[in-house]
């Protein structure tokens, strides 16, 4: 056997191997990573947390399968004084073509579908559910939305808290506004 050869079969073998870890590791993420989203919550929002003007709602949540579990829609449900109740439609899944998770955004309040990319990381029982997305909002200017997701679960309780923040494509790009700090606390637990 010639040295070409033998390097080709040796080529050959290593991209075959890669080939199958990435499809198995792939494989071992889905949607149902995403179940500690499902059940019903109460919901606390508070905007513009760090700022003079801190606004606070609250409603609730509830989170269940959809199309088959390849989807996990959770609907929103927010009081707003004066204003009819904000309604925020989600849905979560895992996406293999991607090897992503993804959550789309629909909201009575906002006109605008928002598709943002998440990264899940698991430590113990405590989840961190990390997401970004970036839209255009008026001709030429793009807002950029980050939320970072931490889920906690005990015997006794078990709680979503979410920070959103967001800048503009007109913000210095270290300008981060921390938007909103919001408390998913799980009623049936």
């Known amino acids: 056997m010639t040295l070409t050869k033998f390097s080709n079969i040796i080529k050959g073998i290593f991209f075959s191997s890669v080939t199958i870890i990435a499809q198995s590791a792939n494989s071992e993420k889905s949607t149902k990573d995403l179940s500690f989203l499902i059940g019903s919550w109460e919901v606390e929002r508070i905007y513009n947390p760090e700022g003079s003007s801190l606004r606070t709602l609250k409603g609730s949540c509830s989170c269940n399968y959809e199309v088959g579990e390849q989807f996990i829609k959770c609907v929103y449900d927010i009081a707003r004084p004066d204003k ?16 992503l998770y993804e959550n789309l955004w629909f909201s009575s309040t906002w006109p605008i579908k928002v598709l943002m990319d998440g990264e899940l990381k698991t430590i113990g029982d405590q989840f961190f559910y990390n997401t970004k997305a970036s839209f255009l909002i008026e001709n030429d200017v793009e807002e950029f939305v980050r939320s970072n997701w931490e889920i906690f679960k005990s015997e006794e309780e078990k709680y979503i808290l979410r920070k959103t923040y967001i800048k503009t494509s007109k913000d210095n790009s270290s300008d981060w506004k921390f938007h909103m700090f919001e408390k998913l606390l799980m009623k049936d637990n």
Do not use: H, R
Request: net charge negative.
């Open 84 to 99: 009819s109740n904000a309604l925020d439609i989600v849905y979560f899944n895992y996406n293999e073509i991607y090897d």
